[in-house]
């Protein structure tokens, strides 16, 4: 199987964290229109604030969840961990302006602003599973009541 990477330091403006649900940082689905649609495992990300952290300390949530549309983002061309691997089936989306369509949620983890985590899945059954439908996918959202920056979320994934 083929590794790749992807983050929303690829493309396009960082968004500024909310109060309320819904800021889309990266968003990973099958794509549109090809002629055999992928499924993909992640099985690692790494997130946390990279803005200035707020003077009073404060909790971000990040979720996974899943989705059955897009959005509106920057489109990332995830990266392949070895060179030689063709390109990624799943389509990245970062930095989204309008929120894809979430559905239940997957995974949250509450961090505070000044700390950053590490997920890996124990093995493939603890994956966080991308279907092979058409604009299906898995999104990584970040809000907070208190931190008004941006975040940095990095997947990785393996198809």
């Known amino acids: 199987m083929a590794i790749f990477s992807t983050s929303n330091k690829q493309g396009g403006t960082q968004q500024n964290l909310a109060a309320t649900p819904g800021k889309t940082l990266i968003n990973l689905t099958a794509l549109t229109g090809a002629a055999t649609l992928k499924?993909?495992?992640?099985?690692?990300?790494?997130?946390?604030?990279?803005?200035?952290?707020?003077?009073?300390?404060?909790?971000?949530?990040?979720?996974?969840?899943?989705?059955?549309?897009?959005?509106?983002?920057?489109?990332?061309?995830?990266?392949?961990?070895?060179?030689?691997?063709?390109?990624?089936?799943?389509?990245?989306?970062?930095?989204?302006?309008?929120?894809?369509?979430l559905g239940v949620s997957l995974m949250a983890i509450a961090l505070n602003q000044r700390n950053s985590q590490r997920w890996i899945a124990r093995d493939e059954k603890s994956s966080l599973?991308?279907?092979?439908?058409?604009?299906?996918?898995?999104?990584?959202?970040?809000?907070?009541?208190?931190?008004?920056?941006?975040?940095?979320?990095s997947l990785f994934f393996t198809e």
Do not use: K, Q
């Not at 990279?50 to 300390?57: E, F, L, R, V």
């Not at 599973?129 to 979320?153: E, F, K, Q």
């Open 39 to 101: 499924r993909g495992w992640i099985y690692e990300c790494e997130i946390g604030a990279d803005g200035a952290p707020n003077a009073t300390d404060c909790a971000i949530v990040w979720e996974f969840m899943r989705n059955s549309t897009v959005g509106t983002g920057t489109a990332v061309t995830p990266s392949p961990t070895d060179p030689a691997d063709t390109a990624a089936g799943l389509v990245a989306t970062a930095n989204h302006t309008v929120e894809p369509t």
């Open 129 to 153: 599973i991308v279907p092979a439908v058409t604009v299906t996918g898995i999104g990584l959202r970040a809000y907070s009541p208190t931190y008004a920056s941006t975040g940095v979320a």
